[in-house]
T-cell receptor
Framework: DVKVTQSSRYLVKRTGEKVFLECVQD?????MFWYRQDPGLGLRLIYF???????EKGDIPEGYSVSREKKERFSLILESASTNQTSMYLC?????????????FGSGTRLTVV | GENVEQHPSTLSVQEGDSAVIKCTYS??????FPWYKQELGKRPQLIID?????GEKKDQRIAVTLNKTAKHFSLHITETQPEDSAVYFC?????????????FGPGTRLSVLP
């Protein structure tokens, strides 16, 4: 069973803090993604990565950065957290060509910035 | 770029009735269309998908239809049950890359009333 694990289920951080959200997948997937989910806006792509040390901006990268030093781990970094980054963050991974092509999502991290 | 619209945003049906959720996409090069179900507090899960070379696909009570000419695809759930209550997201691949990246619709909250 494919597993995508996000390190924290709930986080509360203060404005201006540097925040790290970690995602680990155990299925040797090439692709990894970070989305944020907000009511009425669906899933919006922040960043994605097709390979180690490779990253591409998604639709809403401002205020975020990412790191992929190892194939199984994709980190989302909020350099200086702001209240408008309060959201649910979902990590996903995929491996096109190996069976089903859809994503497998992590359980999500609900981040509150106060 | 790709844009995905989804309707309705909320849908209530009586148990045993059918539910239909419709999505439209803008990029004619999109060739893969997954549907995800997200129960309250849980991760989105892939429930069915369809490729552009197929017009319809069925899996027990769930079916998806695709009209490439009109650029729309629909999710059909028959004999609905309370456990079908969830938020459903459609998605379309960006360009002709199977599973490389998606644009998601905003979601439909389905409530099945006993």
């Amino acid at each position: 069973d494919v597993k995508v694990t996000q390190s924290s289920r709930y986080l509360v951080k203060r404005t201006g803090e540097k925040v790290f959200l970690e995602c680990v997948q155990d299925m040797d997937h090439e692709n990894m993604f970070w989305y944020r989910q907000d009511p009425g806006l669906g899933l919006r792509l922040i960043y994605f990565s097709y390979d180690v040390k490779m990253k591409e901006k998604g639709d809403i990268p401002e205020g975020y950065s990412v790191s992929r030093e190892k194939k199984e781990r994709f980190s989302l970094i909020l350099e200086s957290a702001s209240t408008n980054q309060t959201s649910m963050y979902l990590c996903a991974s995929s491996s096109p060509g190996r069976g089903r092509d859809g994503y497998t999502f992590g359980s999500g991290t609900r981040l509150t910035v106060v | 770029g790709e844009n995905v619209e989804q309707h309705p945003s909320t849908l209530s049906v009586q148990e045993g009735d059918s539910a239909v959720i419709k999505c439209t996409y803008s990029d004619s090069a999109s060739n893969y269309f997954p549907w995800y179900k997200q129960e309250l507090g849980k991760r989105p899960q892939l429930i069915i998908d369809i490729r552009s070379n197929v017009g319809e696909k069925k899996d027990q009570r769930i079916a998806v239809t695709l009209n490439k000419t009109a650029k729309h695809f629909s999710l059909h759930i028959t004999e609905t049950q309370p456990e079908d209550s969830a938020v459903y997201f459609c998605a379309a691949s960006i360009g002709d890359n199977y599973g490389q990246n998606f644009v998601f619709g905003p979601g439909t909250r389905l409530s099945v009333l006993p």
